[in-house]
């Protein structure tokens, strides 16, 4: 079966660095589009980054561009996500997620997923 495995999350102080993992299992990893979803409290699941299987095109959310990047390693079936500057806005359960096609359907938000990690949190405070 499918599993998406999210490790890495912690305590930051505000301006920190943290780099989240996501182990996948259960399906040919390559073939796959990933990307990162993220839910603050009392808000909505949000789109954060994506990554296409085929030329490991990216795709962020305006408020994390030029802060995160977001990398895949096929021969780990391992997804990435490198956290700098971290702000406390930023604060939020991360997960991992298989969009249904490809990035496009990222865009579509947790509709355009078929397949969710169990979540890291990450806290940015002082």
């Known amino acids: 079966q499918v599993r998406l495995v999210e490790s890495g999350g912690g305590l930051v102080q505000p301006g920190g660095s943290l780099r989240l993992s996501c182990v996948a299992s259960?399906?040919?990893?390559?073939?796959?589009?990933i990307a990162w979803f993220r839910q603050a409290p009392g808000k909505e699941r949000e789109g954060v980054s994506c990554i296409s299987s085929s030329d490991s095109k990216t795709y962020y959310a305006d408020s994390v561009k030029g802060r995160f990047t977001v990398s895949r390693d096929n021969a780990k079936n391992t997804l990435y996500l490198q956290m700098n500057n971290l702000k406390t806005e930023d604060t939020a359960n991360y997960y991992c997620?298989?969009?249904?096609?490809?990035?496009?359907?990222?865009?579509?938000?947790?509709?355009?997923?078929?397949?969710w990690g169990k979540g890291t949190l990450v806290t940015v405070s002082s």
């Open positions: 997620a298989r969009p249904v096609a490809g990035c496009s359907s990222y865009y579509a938000g947790v509709n355009g997923v078929d397949y």
């Open positions: 259960g399906f040919t990893f390559d073939n796959y589009a």
